[in-house]
């Protein structure tokens, strides 16, 4: 997969992003709101079968196959965070995933990663929406979901589980439409 954006480039996750990926999910907030990143990945080689699986699915335009795609900078191919989608197992959803670099954060390149995924998975799709759901204490993120477009429909607090990955109660649920 390959999509360009104005300063960047979505691309599949190659073996030579092993250092920089593992960089960015030990920082605090993604190891605060997408822990399992971290958890699993002690050293960069941890990434290697993750990589080496993302690579088999290069082709593949199923958007409700969790995958997670490179976000690079356009000028110099530097991974700076990551976007993606699947299948949301508790809600039966589509959901949109991405987390970036501290060091680039701030500067609308989540919500223009969030954007071009979203186009593309609107014209390899018949979906009728994708999903966010986000931790009610990352603010940050639920910035960056309304700048891409993302409307709040709810806040919501599960009854007998907690999501994945939320350190808070309750979690705030978002959709984007396609285009009519």
Not at 24 to 48: A, C, L, T
Not at 60 to 81: C, Q
Not at 141 to 161: D, M
Request: aromatic share 14%; glycine share 6%.
């Amino acid at each position: 997969m390959y999509i360009e954006t104005p300063r960047l480039i979505i691309r599949d996750l190659e073996q030579g992003d092993k250092n920089q990926l593992f960089h960015i999910v030990w920082q605090k907030n993604v190891v605060r709101f997408m822990k399992d990143w971290s958890e699993n990945s002690p050293e960069p080689e941890s990434f290697r079968g993750y990589i080496d699986w993302h690579q088999t699915q290069k082709d593949s335009t199923d958007v409700y196959k969790n995958k997670r795609y490179a976000v690079a900078l356009k000028e110099s191919n530097l991974l700076i965070g990551m976007v993606g989608m699947g299948l949301e197992d508790t809600l039966n959803e589509v959901e949109m995933a991405y987390f970036m670099d501290e060091a680039y954060q701030g500067n609308g390149y989540a919500t223009e990663a969030l954007n071009g995924l979203f186009e593309w998975c609107m014209r390899v799709s018949e979906l009728p929406y994708m999903i966010l759901t986000i931790d009610c204490a990352n603010e940050a993120s639920c910035r960056v979901a309304q700048k891409a477009g993302f409307e709040l429909f709810e806040k919501r607090t599960p009854i007998g589980h907690k999501q994945p990955n939320m350190v808070s109660e309750s979690y705030y649920y978002y959709r984007r439409y396609r285009k009519k």
